[in-house]
Antibody, heavy 115, light 108 residues
Framework: EVQLVESGGGLVQPGGSLRLSCAAS????????MTWVRQAPGKGLQWVAN????????YYVDSVRGRFTISRDNAANSLYLQMKSLRAEDTAVYYC????????WGQGTLVTVSS | SYELTQPPSVSVSPGQTARITCSGD??????TYWYQQKSGQAPVLVIY???MRPSGIPARFSGSRSGTMATLTISGAQVEDEGDYYC???????????FGGGTKLTVL
């Protein structure tokens, strides 16, 4: 059974940093692109970033490029999202998802950016 | 930046057919994916590669595409199908992905 479990969310002040993690199991993690998606409260889904199997290609939505960094550790079956210079508009539930054409989702972790 | 356009809401009576559209310039060349999201839950894939249905998704869910428009059809919609539906695809480069704005389906 495919499982994706996010962690690391919480309350952070504007300008602060946070690192999200996603623990993957039930499939060969190193064989798949992985994706982060977010959803602001009461809003729609927004693709944030994805990363190739070996980490050699990474792509970001314009609004986070230069502030967020996606990475992975295939030995640990883990996906990460390092977030810096956080803004109020980054407040959202962040989902870890398998593949570029997403077929499985985690349950999400809430990030709140507020003073 | 690339955009996918969906109607904000669709409403049908139980047993009727619900159709949710998604338009985007790159759709003739790129697959469309559809997700159902119920309140407080993570999204679930209901259609992939324009018209393929994952295992476990009821046969009343189907997808199609014509030119720059993709359509999710729910034949004989049921009350439990209520929720938000999102289309998803990539731009012409294949590197940047985008969701439609979402469509709230009401079945009552």
């Amino acid at each position: 059974e495919v499982q994706l479990v996010e962690s690391g969310g919480g309350l952070v002040q504007p300008g602060g940093s946070l690192r999200l993690s996603c623990a993957a199991s039930g499939f060969p993690f190193s064989a798949y692109w992985m994706t982060w998606v977010r959803q602001a409260p009461g809003k729609g889904l927004q693709w944030v970033a994805n990363i190739k199997q070996d980490g050699g290609e990474k792509y970001y939505v314009d609004s986070v490029r230069g502030r967020f960094t996606i990475s992975r550790d295939n030995a640990a079956n883990s996906l990460y999202l390092q977030m810096k210079s956080l803004r109020a508009e980054d407040t959202a539930v962040y989902y870890c998802a398998r593949y570029r054409a997403i077929d499985y989702w985690g349950q999400g972790t809430l990030v709140t950016v507020s003073s | 930046s690339y955009e996918l356009t969906q109607p904000p809401s669709v409403s049908v009576s139980p047993g009727q057919t619900a159709r949710i559209t998604c338009s985007g310039d790159a759709l003739p060349k790129k697959y469309t994916y559809w997700y159902q999201q119920k309140s407080g839950q993570a999204p679930v894939l209901v259609i992939y590669e324009d018209n393929m249905r994952p295992s476990g998704i009821p046969a009343r869910f189907s997808g199609s595409r014509s030119g720059t428009m993709a359509t999710l059809t729910i034949s004989g919609a049921q009350v439990e199908d209520e929720g938000d539906y999102y289309c998803y695809s990539t731009d012409g480069s294949g590197n940047h992905w985008v969701f439609g704005g979402g469509t709230k389906l009401t079945v009552l």
